[in-house]
């Protein structure tokens, strides 16, 4: 699905429960089986006292919400910068947003931030896509 | 053989890697972060962040990350789309390497091309501390 826009589009936010199944499964799929992620010890005994989502993860919701928007064109001339800001810890329900910051020259630019359910940023950073 | 994380140093190039990523890989990295994966699989496409994921592991299977990493940051250009099954041959080098404050921070560049050409280009941001072991990310 490739789609192009006359206008920058909305990005729609995209809210998803992370919980310890989702990361489980997202470790073996992305091949990161750290175990600060699943219910290790070593999980257990870091700063956080339990085990905190793939950043990858979260940051993934980003990435559904662009697709959701762009489609496939995501993938051909889009970009991300972000910062890791806290660490997600499981389970949490996360939302992701993006704020449209700038159009020019058929390129779109938001402001993208993910979120815990008190509005505390877990990353934040802007993304990028061409919709015309 | 797999290099040494505390050993590197700005300017380091790691071995390059080639993979591919099949359908099936594609469909079970969507299901894992929840995403409909119709739109990618219908257009024969890698998500471009399960491409960045997957790049992400080749890279600490050549170098290992120690416990006590956490990614802190990711800048990404996603030039082109990946077709599934395509080879895909990846390249990285250490851009910066710097320790202040008990913090190490490495940042890491890399490109992931497909026939020679690039389909992908960005930094990867880790950080550990250097007084204490706290878990990776």
Same mark, same amino acid.
Do not use: K, Y
């Given at each position: 699905m490739a789609v192009s826009f006359d206008e920058p589009p909305v990005v729609l936010p995209v809210t998803r429960l992370i919980d310890q199944a989702r990361v489980d499964h997202y470790a073996v799929a992305a091949r990161d089986m750290n175990p600060i992620h699943r219910n290790t010890p070593e999980a257990l005994e /870091?700063?956080?006292?339990?085990?905190?989502?793939?950043?990858?993860?979260?940051?993934?919701?980003? /990435?559904?919400?662009?697709?959701?928007?762009?489609?496939?064109?995501?993938?051909?001339?889009? /970009?991300?910068?972000?910062?890791?800001?806290?660490?997600?810890?499981?389970?949490?329900?996360?939302?992701?947003?993006a704020t449209?910051? /700038?159009?020019?020259?058929g390129i779109a630019t938001y402001d993208v931030v993910c979120e815990d359910p008190r509005g505390d940023v877990l990353l934040s950073g802007r993304a990028s896509a061409p919709f015309a | 053989m797999t290099i040494d994380f505390h *050993?590197?140093? *700005?300017?380091?190039?790691?071995?390059?890697?080639?993979?591919?990523?099949?359908?099936?890989?594609?469909?079970?990295y969507l299901r894992s972060t929840g995403e409909d994966p119709e739109v990618w699989l219908g257009a024969g496409v890698v998500p471009p962040l399960g491409a960045l994921a997957l790049t992400l592991a080749a890279l600490t299977e050549e170098m290992p990350l120690p416990a006590g990493v956490i990614h802190s940051g990711q800048e990404v250009d996603f030039v082109q789309s990946i077709p599934i099954d395509a080879e895909i041959s990846g390249f990285a080098v250490i851009d910066r390497r710097s320790e202040r404050a008990g913090v190490l921070m490495t940042q890491l560049g890399f490109e992931l091309q497909v026939d020679e050409a690039t389909a992908a280009r960005g930094k990867i941001t880790i950080v550990m501390p250097t007084a204490a072991t706290v878990g990776a990310d």
């Open positions: /870091s700063q956080f006292g339990q085990p905190v989502a793939h950043g990858m993860l979260v940051l993934a919701l980003i /990435s559904e919400a662009m697709t959701n928007a762009f489609g496939t064109r995501w993938a051909n001339g889009g /970009s991300l910068q972000v910062r890791f800001r806290a660490p997600a810890l499981v389970p949490m329900t996360v939302t992701a947003r449209l910051r /700038s159009a020019h020259e | *050993a590197v140093s *700005a300017g380091d190039v790691l071995p390059a890697f080639t993979m591919t990523i099949s359908a099936d890989e594609v469909r079970d």
